[in-house]
């Protein structure tokens, strides 16, 4: 499967203490994300994604940090976003923390048992299934956090101070 052209960068990843999307989503989808999460910024949604990484940090740590932080992740998946380990430890993080997800499938996608029981109880959209992107977006917009949209006020969250592997995943906040 060839992967798709990478556009240019639809806008700066959110920075702030105010809740936020996280995005995940394959590299190899960024033609067909891009305009998606370009049009929910422009709308006035707060969007983290992986292009916030500056260079240098340690990415792991960093987008790790990001999701546990964010009041939804938006999960764009199809053949690619399945097959990358990091959408998987995406998802898996996600799951572990309750982080809400709402995803939708970008096309027919056979996916690996664990990300299918994963998600096994997210209503997903399917993007082929509208008849415009307009559509899609408005759909897409009803399950995603109402405060991740505009101005409000900023949500208190402590700061992550480490994961405990040693035990059942864990969050422990200082």
């Known amino acids: 499967m060839p992967a798709e052209t990478k556009p240019a960068l639809p806008f700066t990843p959110y920075e702030g203490e105010e809740p936020y999307i996280f995005v995940s989503y394959a590299h190899a989808n960024a033609g067909r994300v891009y305009p998606i999460i370009k049009q929910l910024h422009e709308m006035g949604y707060r969007l983290w994604y992986d292009e916030g990484i500056e260079v240098g940090d340690e990415w792991p740590e960093v987008i790790c940090s990001q999701l546990l932080k964010a009041a939804c992740m938006l999960l764009f998946l199809s053949p690619h976003a399945a097959a990358s380990k990091w959408v998987k430890k995406e998802i898996n993080v996600a799951t572990m923390n309750d982080i809400k997800i709402v995803g939708a499938f970008l096309t027919k996608t056979i996916m690996p048992p664990a990300v299918y029981y994963q998600l096994s109880d997210v209503q997903m959209l399917f993007y082929k299934k509208f008849d415009s992107d307009a559509a899609f977006i408005e759909k897409l917009r009803k399950g ?29 906040h200082l």
Do not use: H, L, M, R
């Open 144 to 172: 995603i956090p109402p405060n991740t949209q505009g101005k409000s006020p900023p949500e208190q969250k402590p700061a992550v101070s480490f994961i405990n592997v040693y035990d059942p995943p864990t969050v422990i």
